[in-house]
């Protein structure tokens, strides 16, 4: 079997200037080529679309994942191909990967098998800069923090209350807390930091989530760098640092274009994490796809109860998008892994466990139908280990809770494989819907932090000691109408990433609550949740290679 780094290298590429061009009629000077393969979109092009309407918007989620895989963005790309197979005027709107991932556990994030995007090695491994342009600008900021700390300090900031930490784009624990300037005065002031991944930052979020430039540096300004000792809060436009941090993101805020195995474009632009930060692709990208496409195919991260709630409750409440239909991802071995089989065991067909493990696709559906009103179809992830039996179960457990469940076969056949589905989400998006949000935007913020715990999560309640709690009363005093980013454990409804299914009645335990005046959320960190993911004790890196020619090996 081919891997998919090889599957992707078979592929007759296009060059993209002429791809689009021919495709969509986008003229050469709209776009700037990194490689023959690869473009940045202008914005002038993106601002002759306005007049346009929109196409449908239907969005990619998931059951929770697990370590078997259910195949998110492979089934996003395979529906895009699709949806183009029986003429439909279609684009993918996907997040670029993080290297943290690419050399940690999953390893690449640019689909699989005969549903990706390519060139596959490039988007896995720096692509267009664009996370590194972000980690710059954010890291900035915290230079031009402690520069000014050390020429005299005019803002009275408080060193012991820095709310700014500094990121990279790579899993390493050891920089989750650390102790900087040392080594006497010309070094800077001693203080307690840390680092948080790039897909945790808030410049990655404020990016993801404006329309343009200058909005970029109006949010920029706005990012909460810390506190004075008289208790005042300093930001980054005090700092005077959002020109120069937006300088940087020029060329990042414009989105990407790249194409898939059947040489549909695809925009691949931002990635925030969805258990850490609001899981994503850039607003910008989604509404330009929108005008260019009548059909847009998108992905939210993990499971429904991490990106697809964020996608509406953050993303589509500040954007104004909707979307017009969901699509449901699960897999038969993902699936018998929630109802209690080992990793190792998967292979055996196991009616009784896929049955028991049923309980998480179906609270994920109900919550889309029943939560945010809106349509939704269960794409089954064909794997050649599923047997009749699992699928027939499977199909019909779906219909006895209203719904539809469709094998789709685009890991092995490309778009061909997923046509059926492609056709029931033609129908989905054609109707009318109750689309709504989880909660209102005057709710309180504790308040919106159990609606989302009890009514998604299915946990009895919330809990958080008494400083968090008077840290939540204060900002709910100023930022009532800002939505939650709940930071979670992907694996599970609960704060434990051992409980798998669907659990109820536990507690969603808040460990601590920050302010993202930028991006205008909260981010409630819950659990034992991490903003710098580790390295697994075999990480992917160990199998990643190069040879002498250049050729890339292990990125799967």
């Known amino acids: ?21 021919d495709r969509f009629g986008i003229a050469p000077e709209h776009l700037d080529p990194y490689g023959h393969y690869k473009a940045k979109l202008s914005f002038d092009y993106i ?10 918007l239907i969005l990619v989620t998931a059951i929770s994942p697990t370590p078997a895989g259910e195949g998110k963005t492979t089934t996003t790309v395979g529906l895009g191909d699709a949806l183009n197979r029986i003429g439909k005027k279609a684009l993918i709107c996907l997040r670029e990967p993080s290297l943290g991932p690419c050399f940690g556990i999953k390893g690449g994030a640019a689909g699989g098998g005969r549903a990706q995007v390519v060139p596959m090695e490039d988007i896995n491994l720096h692509f267009t800069g664009d996370f590194h342009a972000i980690g710059v600008a ?24 820095m709310a700014w930490k500094r990121v990279i784009d790579m899993n390493d624990r050891n920089l989750r807390q650390i102790v900087e300037g040392l080594g006497g005065r010309v070094n800077g002031v001693p203080r307690e930091d840390g680092f948080d991944i790039v897909v945790a930052s808030e410049v990655m979020a404020i990016l993801c989530l404006v329309d343009d430039l200058g909005e970029l540096k109006r949010q920029l300004g706005k990012v909460l760098v810390g506190h004075s000792r008289g208790g005042g809060k300093v930001f980054a436009r005090d700092l005077k640092a959002q020109g120069a941090m937006a300088a940087l993101l020029k060329d990042a805020i414009r989105p990407n274009l790249v194409q898939t195995l059947e040489n549909n474009l695809a925009f691949v632009h931002g ?35 991490l990106g697809a709630e964020k996608f509406i409750d953050i993303k589509c409440r500040k954007t104004g998008l909707r979307p017009d239909a969901v699509v449901l991802v699960a897999t038969v071995r993902a699936l018998k892994m929630h109802g209690g089989v080992p990793k190792d065991a998967l292979q055996e067909e196991n009616l009784a466990a896929l049955e028991t493990g049923f309980a998480n696709l179906e609270r994920h559906f109900r919550n889309i139908r029943e939560q945010f009103g809106l349509p939704c179809v269960v794409a089954i992830n064909h794997f050649v280990s599923d047997t009749e039996a699992e699928i027939r179960l499977l199909t019909e457990k779906v219909a006895a809770i209203g719904g539809k469940a469709l094998v789709c076969r685009h890991w092995a056949e490309g778009g061909a494989g997923a046509e059926t589905l492609a056709r029931e ?25 159990k609606t989302i715990a009890t009514r998604l999560y299915g946990a009895a309640g919330v809990s958080a000691d008494s400083k968090v709690r008077r840290q939540i009363e204060a900002l709910d005093r100023e930022c009532r109408h800002f939505p939650i980013c709940m930071a979670k454990t992907q694996y599970s409804f609960a704060c ?14 808040i460990r601590e609550v920050r302010p993202a005046y930028g991006a205008e ?20 890196a160990e199998r990643i290679d190069i040879d002498e020619n250049g050729q890339i090996s292990g990125l799967f």
């Open 271 to 305: 990635g925030p994490f969805a258990n850490i930060a609001h899981g994503c692709n850039t607003a910008i990208a989604t509404k330009t796809a929108l005008k260019m496409a009548d059909y847009v195919v998108t992905e939210a991260g993990f499971g429904a109860d």
């Open 47 to 56: 601002q002759s679309l306005q007049d346009r309407p929109d196409g449908k």
């Open 496 to 509: 434990d990433p051992e409980l798998r299914g669907a659990p109820t009645g536990h507690t969603v335990t």
């Open 1 to 21: 079997m081919l891997s998919d780094i090889e599957i992707a290298r078979q592929a007759t590429l296009r060059p993209i200037v002429e791809l689009a061009q």
């Open 521 to 540: 959320f909260i981010v409630v960190i819950c659990g034992n949740i991490m903003t710098m993911p580790g390295l697994p004790k075999s990480p992917a």
């Open 425 to 449: 989400v033609v129908n989905l998006v054609s109707a009318p819907n109750q689309f709504r949000f989880l909660y209102e935007d005057d709710l309180p913020l504790w308040e919106k932090i």
């Open 138 to 161: 954010h890291n900035l900021l915290s230079a031009l923090a402690d520069n000014h700390i050390h020429h005299g300090n005019a803002l009275d900031l408080d060193v012991r209350q």
